[in-house]
């Protein structure tokens, strides 16, 4: 069992501290004072000395000469100049002290060992000394010895005082009652955690560190880059497979600054004598997660990796905020450093508000009731605490809600996640394939990429993860023409294809059913979990438990499919133990999956439905509660990409514009990239051009192809092209541009983005030549 900081083995220690500086020192005072009888407590010892004329083997007229053993350092001079009386010395001091009377200081009888008062006077200091040097911890036995060996030597140095100084046998009575007195209250006394932290709070602090570190578990560091497909346990530490993302920022001039995401700790500006709070926006599959690992894995390893400035952290403390056991922050403590909890407990909190800490918070948009306290806790608790950092990840449509609850104490910029720069998404691939598939052919695959990974969308992480496992299964699937949704739709084929395997590898009963049986009772239980998965997008539900579950379970039952294979396939689940048992936690992998789940639910409803409206269906799933159209962009985008794949024979025009309209209404922010969620098609584009008024400026800031192939639909309009950060290839843009009239072109690519070449850029020769 660990042993707790504040066990007795430690109390022991400091005890032994506390008797030492107090009732030690105060005994060696009434020594000093009985040895100077005629000083008054308002001289100085130089003064006093001067009168005096008394030969002392201290020299206090030029301290730092003569007997390195005897002189007074700055502090010491400083202390018997403000207070003459000497009452607040320490033993140390007070030892240098003794001239008067006494022998000469390299007299033997200054030995320790011995009965006369020069030798007691030694011995004391003696343990001080040891106590000083003394482990943090002390069994009983060697406690008692040494209480018992100070009791005994401050009784006799008084009473070796009284005879040398000629004192009363009553004094002598009252200073040695006064005296043991004291001793009995210290050595009886139970520390709470404020003595302690007075009295070794480095050393506590130093050893909590420590223990900290070896109290993250292996599995902090380590991820599943398939865990998005239970089947493939794929688990690699994170610095294998991390990738260097590019970040941006506003500097104080409103510009944007782009950087690397390995100078993204070092972003805190610790100058400020403010806490700081970086809020790290990106959309789903953008590595925000992954970023967050990558960080622990440095700290953990030193701090002195590809992550810059982590060295300057004592502690890292990571939040998940989709954990709905995280109550509050003594909660977190517990979690994270089970065991470092244990040892220290009360003491745990007050240490690290002292030391340098690094939050990472992560999923902000995925918060329930009772992370979402913890946060607001931990955001109190530390905004007074200048050398704390806090990463807070989370989407964008989050940001703006959290940051009214953010205390104005904290420093807070905005940092944005901007992808793989597209030079490094080839060998971003090539590594995740060597990953899934060690021994597969890979000469083609950059030329595949190549093709490939010119879309948006293949900026993010999780898309390129996606391609890699694509191609892992079937090369020639990959097409160049993969949109986000298609990547999603080819997973969730797979997933259920694995699990109809699985079933069958497990459950003979089902062998014996007719293939298209089985798919069909398998798409009855995945399509009532898109339900509930269409539910729990507008609910902003991330956790799930099995009362949440009951139409997923009750259908399992009703099919005879086994649940837990079912939940399995497309969940992760958690054991949590708890006060009345394990309680069963259940989450999407990634919050990616829920949306094109969610979708695929309201697709497959109006195949079964042809005549209801999008709203209608949404609404049915939700009710008696109305949804808010902005809370489902990511889904809504799916859904443009997946309408004409899923929807027999014939897709109602109908339904495209109200999928263009409700991403009218939520303010999608890039027509272009509703363009490109959809694969370019038509009926989307006509749908887009009806909403966008006639002599509108046109902004084109990212998405550029899918915008190119807008404004071919668009009349003659203005057009504003503005990107900051890396530049896609613009070329597509000049045969839509000679349509339109360019009103103004800001690229910043060449300063912040170099690229390996001095040729000219074929968009800005041919812009230029207009």
Known sequence: MTTSVGSRERSYVHKMEEAVKTIARDTFWIIFH?????????????????????????????????????????????????????????????????????????????????????????????????????????????????????????????????????????????RTNEMEDGLYEVFHQVLGKEELLSYCHNYIQGNMISDAKNDFQTSSIIINPLLFLMSNNVEVEVEKIFSTMLIGEKDENGMDIILDSSQIVSMSKFATFRPQLLLIEGEAGSGKSTLLTMITHEWLTGGDGQMKGLDKYHLILRVQCRDRHLKSLNDLMQNVLPTTYTKYRNLMLPIIKKCNNLFLVDGLDEANEHSMKTVSEILSTFKNASDTTMLFTCRPEAISNFRKIIPKEYQVNNIKLLGVREIDRINFIVNYVKIFNNTMDINKLPQIIKMTCVQEHFKLPLSLVFLAWQYTHNPKSVTGAESQTRLYFWAHKLIVQKLQERLLNKNPELAVMCGMELKRRVKECVDALCRCMLKAVIDKRVLFTEHILEHVISTCKKTGIPCQEVLSAFLTIKIIKTPLGEDHQYSTPHKGLQDYLGALHVVNTIQQHPHSTLKTIIQGAVDPHPFVVNDIIYLLLHMAGMVHHYIKPVVPDRLYEEVVQMLHEAEINSWGRVVEASEYNKEVITAITRLIPRGKVMLVKDHVKGHSDLLLHLKPTKVKVEIHGPVPDLTPLMETLTLHNITNVDLDHNYWDPQPTTTPDPFLLALMSR
């Open 34 to 174: 009985w040895a100077t009888p005629d000083k008054p407590l308002g001289e100085t010892i130089s003064d006093y000395k001067k009168r005096e004329c008394v030969k002392s083997r201290a020299n206090y007229y030029k301290p730092y000469i003569g007997d390195c053993n005897c002189r007074f350092n700055r502090e010491q001079e400083e202390m018997m100049l403000h207070d003459p009386s000497l009452r607040k010395a320490d033993l140390t001091l007070l030892y240098k002290l003794f001239a008067f009377h006494v022998a000469a200081f390299n007299n033997d009888e200054w030995k320790a060992g011995d009965s006369n008062l020069e030798s007691l006077l030694t011995s004391i200091k003696n343990i001080r000394n040891d106590i000083a040097h003394e482990d943090c911890t002390m069994n009983y036995t060697k406690f008692n010895e040494m209480a018992n060996k100070l009791r005994e030597l401050l009784t006799e140095a008084l009473k070796a005082a009284k005879e040398r100084y000629s004192r009363s046998d009553v004094e002598l009575q009252e």
